[in-house]
């Protein structure tokens, strides 16, 4: 394992790129999706088959986990990878979109954000100081600074001032973390849909200098098409030398298109919320195993996949443990979920290696457009 956090680029086809974060705590293989352990766990699953699924690393949330149990309790109690059992690599968003929205009478200025805890009221600072403390008491392997998500849709004008001070706040972020070897700082690119405030976003994170780059304000409501329209441009103006992390993406076909423009790490709840309402992702795309039509089925999810809810138990068992509001129904259904999810990004990195992310890329869509089989 290497001693310090790099990033090597092992090969690209069109924009699409592959390559291996190093970090003390393991490698993480780009494209990469990491599952959400919101509040120190990813829900329904055990930090071991989360791993059996191909995670390479994982994302906590510094909002929540700075509100309960707190980051000096788990700082007393060896940090977060002992806290929940993960000894991986684990990256911290910086608590700037749960702010937004999630706590209750907020009260943005220039030094932060202070707003009461949607949990008990009880009122809190959060400022890019306050956030890279937070995250050091975690142990973050990766640390994004704090900036504000602005939110879609917004006017030219309030997009540019809302960009302009979390350029400020990233500033402050740079020098709040300090010098910390093995450990990193990514900034976040914001300017909501407008390039020319992408481009000064860019600049800016540039001038300061981070070890990876994340394109913020995006998957926020604009639809995927405005998304797409955003990532035909916006990577390209971050170092191609650096990481690239789209923050909360997404569906399986928002991921490949984002691959496909360039970019690197993508995190979701999707996955694992999806398994807890009973929606399975597979290669024909989408389904709900509530449906009556899955009740007699012997068939698994995806013939396919060799996750342990594909290889042990038919369509008809997990449509009634689902509608039995069993608990097994939300462990299988999200294993599923994110070993598909893991599955994907494998297929991406292999072709993108053989220089066949084109022709990867024409199939995804083509079997997904076939749609679910109906049963036998």
């Known amino acids: 394992m290497s001693a310090k956090f790099e990033f090597s680029l092992d090969a690209s086809d069109g924009k699409a790129r592959a390559g291996v974060i190093s970090t003390p705590r393991g490698a993480i293989r780009t494209p990469a999706f990491m599952p959400v352990g919101t509040a120190a766990t990813v829900k329904a699953m055990l930090p071991e088959n989360v791993a059996e699924t191909g995670a390479d690393i994982l994302l906590g949330n510094t909002y929540h986990l700075m509100l309960r149990p707190t980051a000096e309790r788990i700082a007393n109690l060896g940090g977060l990878h002992n806290f929940m059992n993960w000894q991986r690599p684990i990256l911290t968003d910086s608590g700037g979109f749960q702010v937004m929205s999630l706590a209750s009478l907020r009260k943005l200025t220039e030094d932060g954000v202070r707003f009461k805890s949607h949990i008990d009221g009880s009122d809190h600072m959060l400022s890019p100081e306050r956030s890279m403390e937070i995250q050091r008491l975690l142990g973050s392997d990766i640390v994004m600074c704090f900036d504000e998500c602005t939110p879609y849709p917004a006017e030219e004008k309030v997009a540019l001032e809302s960009m302009r001070m979390s350029m400020r706040w990233a500033e402050r972020s740079r020098a709040a973390f300090g010098d910390r070897p093995g450990h990193a700082l990514f900034g976040i690119q914001q300017g909501s849909v407008f390039p020319d405030q992408r481009a000064e976003s860019a600049e800016k994170l540039t001038a300061i200098g981070f070890d990876g780059y994340a394109l913020g304000g995006l998957a926020v409501g604009e639809g995927q098409q405005a998304m797409f329209d955003v990532l035909d441009f916006a990577p ?124 990867f890329e024409a199939e995804f869509h083509a079997v997904r457009a076939m749609g679910d089989i109906e049963p036998r």
Request: hydrophobic content about 35%; proline content about 6%; glycine content about 6%.
């Open 236 to 359: 390209d103006m971050l170092p191609a030398d650096r990481p690239r992390y789209l923050m909360g993406v997404g569906k399986p076909d928002d991921i490949v298109g984002a691959v496909a423009r360039g970019v690197d790490m993508m995190d979701c709840v999707l996955p694992s919320r999806s398994g807890r309402t009973g929606q399975v992702f597979t290669r024909r795309g989408a389904l709900n195993i509530k449906n009556a039509r899955h009740q007699d089925d012997p068939r698994p999810l995806d013939e396919s996949c060799s996750c342990p809810a594909c290889s042990n138990y038919s369509r008809a068992y997990l449509h009634h443990v689902f509608r039995s509001h069993e608990i097994i129904s939300s462990m299988l259904l999200t294993w599923h979920n994110l070993h598909y999810y893991q599955e994907l990004m494998q297929e991406m990195r292999d072709a993108i290696a053989a220089a066949k992310f084109a022709a």
